[in-house]
Structures are given as structure tokens and as C-alpha cells.
């Protein structure tokens, strides 16, 4: 390693540390940003995760096939176009 390399290096790693250090002096009782979690909480959460996935698959399938038609719709357009554009002969 180069010289200024390492100095780059131990610079971004301090700057880094600072940055993250007021963190660890958090008193929040361990509970996190949300507050709380109960079997209620939990429950909802897995409840919410039940809905989600499904809904994502179907919202990226129905995005996928509009692609599939979009570009289905160029396809034929283009062999169209060369059908049409190539007409004739000698």
C-alpha cells in the first residue's frame, strides 16, 4: 500500500467511527426506533409480510407482461415495415 493510500484509509475509518460513535450513547432502553414489540406487533408485522410478497409478484408479473406486449408490438410493427418497405422486385 502507498503511503497516502494508508493515511486516506485511516482517515475515512476515524471519520466513520465519529460519525457512528453518538450512536452507542443512545438511551433508549433497548426497544429500538418503533418502541415496544409485543405479540401484537409481531403479528402484524407477519401479517403484513403475508400481503406484501403476493402483492409484489403480481404487481412486477403484470408490469412484465405489459413489457412483453410492448415489445411484441415493436416486433410485428418492424415486420411489417420490412414487408411493406421491400415490396416489389425487379
Known amino acids: 500500500m502507498t503511503r497516502s493510500l494508508l493515511v486516506k484509509l485511516i482517515l475515512l475509518s476515524t471519520t ?8 452507542a450513547f443512545a438511551e433508549n432502553d433497548g426497544r429500538g426506533f418503533y418502541g415496544a414489540t409485543d405479540d401484537k406487533v409481531v403479528t402484524n408485522a407477519g401479517f403484513i409480510l ?7 409478484v403480481f404487481l412486477m408479473s403484470m ?3 405489459a413489457l412483453e406486449k410492448r415489445k ?4 410485428a410493427a418492424e415486420q411489417d415495415y420490412i ?8
Open 72 to 75: 411484441e408490438a415493436r416486433k
Open 83 to 90: 414487408g411493406t418497405h421491400w415490396r416489389g422486385g425487379w
Open 16 to 23: 466513520f467511527a465519529l460519525v457512528l460513535a453518538p450512536a
Open 50 to 56: 403475508i400481503v406484501a410478497f403476493p402483492l409484489f
Open 63 to 65: 408490469g412484465q407482461r
